[in-house]
């Protein structure tokens, strides 16, 4: 079987989907020839894409790998975000169809493992250069000498201040988990004042950790004795107050000069509200699922190129098909070629315009090949930045929506107040820790955030690890100690100099928000400004960011989530509605007034739902199924309109439990089907009345087979008598016989065959019809019945010259009835002997394939069109005269049951027949098969 090659672009398209490698294909000049992640452009060399830096080197790789054919590198690459990160280089040298050296470069992603790397070794330094006597810190002063002590407490009073104006819990302690110290957010934690005041002590001696002590000493002393820091462990500890809070903790064991583990270091950061945020975005995005599921109404989602990226049940119901099927699948496999036009005009300015369209008329393709015509609304798709992603839309002939809206509200200004309460005790409480500057260092780099320190020149002074790692990923230059911040971040705006001057003048802590684009990623950071002041004067200034960009593409998704709610519940036909169950509702849409005959704007917030009820049995039942189930589906039953108008109407509904539990909401949909409803009725009883003459009609077919059959085996009895005396006849009297009577009493033998013949067809079709056609199946050499069949209709073949083809195996060994496969070989050859001119040609093939055995019969006759094909195996179709010759004198076109029976043999025998014509006169093949 050939396959079928796709074009270049759909190549290229399935390698960029499926490959998250980089592959680059370049000749000897370096000029690439194909790229996986983008358009190539003419004449772009491979160092369009290099770091400038690793260009000399990769200029040497290429040349080693044309002289010895394959090489292996590492560099800097521009990926498909824009960005240069780390890549693993894999070449390999191939010659082309021209005869030119081509290199084949494929690139796997080792930026992770090359940033792990890296804080691997600055931890190790970091850690080699740790005092040897750790427990001895709070005597620090006293080995100080007179020279150095200016300097460093300077350095330590700075260092001081930023332990304690971040919004983390750090203490450290040693090998016998006694507290050496703590910044002053740890011990406000324990309500102590002091934070030296926590030297000396045990957890027992604290109230924080009362509840989990257990917890904490297996899990730091496994640190210690396992020497492996665990960093940015997410954990949920219940506090002194008995409330659960959630914390990113790093746990780094601390050395001397030995390499002895002589305690750790521990940092808290709490993430609770940001965790509760996480929790309540899922809940968000599980409820918008959890409408779409249950909503009668067809509701889809495709992307830019119309290809459904998510529907719900009741589209798939609509079109026929499972979702397995659906998922994936172009709209274009749905449509003819008329409607693609519509839709794609219609998506097109969708997309231009940006306005929704609804009310658009279109047919589907239902999967058994039937038309669906469907109304749609059709709306286009952001994502969180704004960008433009595909389309939704409803079908308006699906009779099920569901709707829920939930909103999702947090308060930033009660974050902000804490934020400014937090740096108002970093500003307040920047001077208590006695600790060693290398013990500052790893502290703050432990800090989850990017710090740096500036002087009144604005000339940066001091960095923290994480700072350093945040430029790198953005591609800008880390090295930053003693530059300008207007070099190292050239394309911050004038209102941030402004605010460092602000900060300098006022001496109080300023928080901000900025939006820059770095290495052509839009940015946003959260930046607070807090001085250190010293004399009454500010020195210098800490700036410390947090990167906002995905708190802020997670608020504008939950915007985009609440705003298309709305337009959903807005754009619904069917009726919606929430309120308090057995009470009052406290919202409803449009077609809420619709269908109970109510102004368009008139509200009934606030009135009681029973009251619609026009059944009080009926509600009653709503209500308890409601309160057993929490939901109801399908609910018929009847309610009054404004006017007293009774209508029947389908509900669906379920509850909701508000977050305080203090009441029990319930939330639904309703359409009118009050004349779909008395259709239906009309419908049931046409259905019964068609059952009962169907009965009818069976048991006058039953009588009329019975008829045939008792018809067929009474005249076999006479025509036995008429053959047997005839053939005695001419056998015993034949020399004393008159030409003219000889050739009557042919022609009577000729009709008595024709008309057994008839009759064992009739009888054999009435047995295929009431499916009794039975088998006697043996093992049978079907080569051997086919050389019978052909040996038996030699005469006809003979008499019109044609000539036989066989292509058959010799030994063809099947489980079957040999008389009745005879009759399928026997009615196939003698129609290819009818249709097929003198001097033609038939040809007998098989094959195995499989578990099958194919068999084919062709000629060069006269051929069908694809009408007639589809009429050839039915009861009593005569589809063409034979083709008439001089010595084959062939007027009878045949009863028109021979196919119909020979289908109905190969069917008892779990086969399948076809028939195949390219049109008239050009032949035809008949082909069935038989199991082994």
Not at 271 to 296: H, M, P, Q, V
Request: with cysteine; glycine share 4%.
């Amino acid at each position: 079987m050939a396959s079928t090659s796709k074009n270049p672009h759909e190549i290229n398209q399935i390698i960029s989907e499926n490959i998250e490698d980089l592959i680059f294909i370049v000749n000897k000049n370096h000029i690439c020839e194909y790229v996986n992640f983008e358009e190539l452009r003419d004449n772009q060399t491979i160092f369009n894409y290099i770091h400038p830096n690793d260009s000399d080197r990769i200029k040497k790789f290429l040349k080693n790998t044309l002289k010895s054919g394959a090489s292996l590198e590492e560099s800097r690459i521009k990926s498909r975000s824009n960005s240069f990160r780390w890549f693993e280089i894999k070449s390999k040298r191939f010659i082309d169809d021209a005869n030119q050296s081509k290199i084949f470069l494929i690139c796997r992603d080792i930026s992770k493992f090359k940033k792990t790397e890296k804080n691997y070794r600055e931890s190790l330094e970091r850690f080699n250069s740790l005092v040897d006597s750790l427990p001895e810190i709070r005597y620090w002063k006293l080995v100080q000498s007179k020279d150095s002590v200016s300097p460093f407490q300077k350095t330590r009073e700075m260092l001081d201040l930023v332990m304690d104006n971040i919004p983390h819990f750090i203490y450290w302690k040693d090998t016998n988990l006694v507290y050496l110290g703590c910044n002053t957010n740890f011990a406000l934690l324990n309500e102590v004042e002091e934070s030296t005041k926590i030297i000396g002590r045990h957890d027992r001696d604290l109230i924080w950790s009362k509840n989990i002590i257990d917890y904490i000493h297996n899990i730091e002393s496994r640190v210690m004795d396992n020497d492996q820091p665990v960093h940015n462990s997410i954990e949920s500890l219940i506090m002194s107050d008995g409330n659960k809070k959630w914390f990113e903790i790093n746990r780094i064991p601390l050395h001397n000069l030995k390499r002895k583990v002589v305690g750790l270091l521990v940092t808290y950061e709490d993430i609770t509200t940001r965790k509760f945020a996480d929790e309540k975005l899922k809940e968000s995005e599980e409820k918008y699922r959890g409408i779409l599921d249950n909503i009668k109404e067809s509701y889809f989602e495709v992307d830019l190129n119309g290809t459904f990226t998510f529907f719900n049940d009741s589209f798939c119901i609509l079109l026929g098909y499972s979702k397995e099927e659906l998922l994936g699948i172009n709209f274009q496999n749905l449509v003819d070629e008329e409607n693609k036009i519509k839709i794609e005009e219609l998506y097109n300015k969708v997309f231009k315009t940006r306005q929704p369209e609804t009310n658009f008329q279109f047919q589907f393709r239902y999967k058994d090949g039937s038309n669906v015509t469907c109304e749609e609304s059709v709306v286009i798709r952001y994502d969180g930045d704004g960008n433009k992603i595909g389309f939704s839309g409803l079908a308006r002939n699906i009779t099920e929506k569901y709707i829920l809206e939930k909103k999702l509200k947090t308060s930033q200004e009660e974050l902000r107040t804490l934020n400014r309460e937090l740096e108002k005790k970093v500003a307040e409480r920047a001077k208590n820790l006695i600790e060693s500057e290398k013990q500052y260092r790893t502290t703050i780099d432990s800090l989850g955030d990017p710090l740096h320190v500036v002087d009144k020149d604005l000339t940066i002074i001091l960095t923290n690890k994480n700072l350093k790692n945040w430029l790198s990923e953005l591609n800008l230059d880390s090295d930053i100690i003693g530059k300008k911040v207007s070099k190292v971040f050239p394309f911050l705006p004038p209102k941030i100099y402004d605010e460092y001057k602000q900060v300098f003048e006022t001496r109080e802590s300023l928080i901000s928000q900025e939006t820059n684009t770095i290495s052509n990623v839009e940015i946003m950071t959260e930046t607070r400004k807090i001085p250190i002041i010293s004399e009454g004067k500010v020195e210098q200034v800490i700036t410390i960011l947090r990167d906002i960009s995905e708190s802020k593409k997670m608020e504008n998704q939950l915007k985009n989530s609440e705003k298309q709610f709305r337009e959903m519940v807005n754009n619904l036909d069917e009726g919606f509605y929430r309120g308090v169950l057995k009470g009052p509702l406290m919202m409803h849409n449009q077609s809420f007034n619709r269908i109970l005959g109510l102004k368009p704007h008139e509200s009934m917030n606030g009135v009681n739902s029973s009251r619609f009820f026009a059944n009080e049995e009926m509600r009653e039942k709503y209500y308890l199924e409601l309160e057993e189930k929490g939901f109801v589906r399908n609910f018929i039953t009847q309610i009054k309109k404004r006017n007293e108008e009774m209508i029947i109407i389908n509900l669906n509904a379920h509850l909701i439990v508000n977050p305080k539990g203090t009441q029990t909401e319930v939330e639904g949909t309703f359409m009118d089907i009050t004349e779909k409803f008395k259709l239906e009725q009309e419908l049931m009883e046409s259905e019964k009345k068609l059952r009962e003459q169907n009965i009818q009609l069976m048991k006058l077919d039953k009588v009329k087979n019975d008829f045939i059959t008792m018809a067929a085996h009474e005249l076999k009895t006479p025509l036995i008598s008429i053959s047997g005396y005839t053939d005695y006849i001419l056998m015993k009297h034949r020399s004393q016989l008159s030409t003219e009577i000889t050739e009557d009493l042919v022609t009577v033998q000729r009709n008595v065959r024709r008309l057994e013949t008839l009759m064992d067809q009739l009888l054999d079709v009435m047995k295929i019809d009431e499916d009794q056609l039975k088998l006697h199946k043996e093992l049978q050499n079907v080569s051997k019945i086919i050389n019978n069949c052909l040996d038996e209709l030699s005469y006809l073949i003979n008499e019109k010259n044609l000539e036989i083809i066989l292509d058959i195996d010799l030994e063809i060994v099947l489980n079957v009835d040999g008389e009745r496969v005879f009759t399928i070989f026997t009615n196939l050859i003698s129609n290819a002997i009818k249709f097929t001119p003198e001097y033609g040609w038939i040809e007998i093939s098989t094959r195995k394939e499989d578990n099958k055995y194919f068999f084919a019969v062709k000629d060069n006759g006269i051929g069908f069109t694809e009408d007639e094909i589809k009429r050839l195996f039915k009861k009593f179709e005569r589809i063409k005269q034979p083709i008439l010759s001089e010595s084959v004198n062939v007027k009878d076109s045949g009863t028109g049951l021979g196919l119909y029976i020979t289908k109905g043999i190969i069917n008892a025998h779990n086969g399948e027949i076809w028939a195949i014509s390219e049109g008239l006169n050009k032949g035809s093949k008949f082909e069935f098969t038989l199991p082994l």
